[in-house]
């Protein structure tokens, strides 16, 4: 049986990452994209209407991208069509070169592979759309395992299933309560309180502010995820 002291002592060897406004710096594709995708619709840049849905969306980064689509459109139809439409568009500014890895990411990944931690990349785009990030930043082979909301029964943030989904297939720790969640939006930290995530850490590299992180639950608040490894390696001290 595990005792409380075990579980103390056993290492975070999950660590499920968020991508943009974490591990990767976007400039402000998605509120593009979105207003690609809304214009389709017939919401013009500049109108009530447009103003009121992007601020719909700032406050919702993080969130799977359909869920946002259906509560600002509606019916189903529509909201898929939106969707595929804000795919294509912020699929088409990454195919631009318009995406980077924010700085000290990719060597954070890296020193925790090198520790022996599984690293887990997760999104709330569709598929291709991740794909096509981690091709245009060469990080296909960077971790085992990146999910998206379709990998994990089509519930993005702030359900927790993504972080359960990385939990489950990769067998890294016995105890949930072993796993570090990090993003940049209270979406994620939603999502890593409710999977029961040992550390729940916020970055100040993306979409919102300390005293929204905390108060979703962020257990630690960082300046990036750079800072990351270190905040492990005190942790298991």
């Given at each position: 049986?595990?005792?409380?002291?075990?579980?103390?002592?056993?290492?975070?060897?999950?660590?499920?990452?968020?991508?943009?406004?974490?591990?990767?710096?976007?400039?402000?594709?998605v509120e593009q994209a979105f207003s690609a995708a809304a214009q389709r619709l017939g919401v013009q840049p500049g109108s009530d209407e447009h103003t009121r849905q992007l601020a719909y969306v700032r406050a919702t980064m993080g969130e799977s991208k359909i869920s946002v689509f259906r509560y600002l459109f509606g019916d189903e139809d529509r909201a898929q069509y939106a969707n595929t439409a804000f795919e294509e568009a912020y699929g088409e500014l990454v195919d631009g070169g318009r995406i980077a890895p924010l700085p000290g990411a990719r060597e954070a990944v890296e020193r925790l592979a090198a520790e022996g931690r599984t690293v887990a990349l997760t999104t709330g785009f569709a598929r291709t759309t991740q794909d096509a990030i981690l091709a245009a930043l060469g990080w296909q082979d960077l971790v085992p395992l990146t999910l998206c909301p379709a990998d994990a029964g089509g519930r993005g943030r702030p359900f927790p299933d993504m972080v359960l989904a990385a939990f489950l297939r990769t067998g890294a720790v016995d105890d949930v309560r072993r796993t570090v969640v990090a993003g940049d939006t209270s979406y994620d930290m939603l999502s890593g309180v409710r999977s029961g995530a040992g550390i729940v850490a916020g970055v100040l590299t993306g979409a919102h502010d300390r005293d929204q992180l905390a108060r979703h639950g962020a257990t630690h608040v960082l300046g990036s995820v750079a800072e990351l490894p270190d905040l492990i390696a005190r942790a298991e001290a």
């Open positions: 049986m595990t005792s409380p002291t075990d579980i103390k002592r056993d290492p975070y060897n999950l660590v499920v990452l968020d991508m943009a406004g974490t591990t990767v710096a976007d400039g402000g594709l």
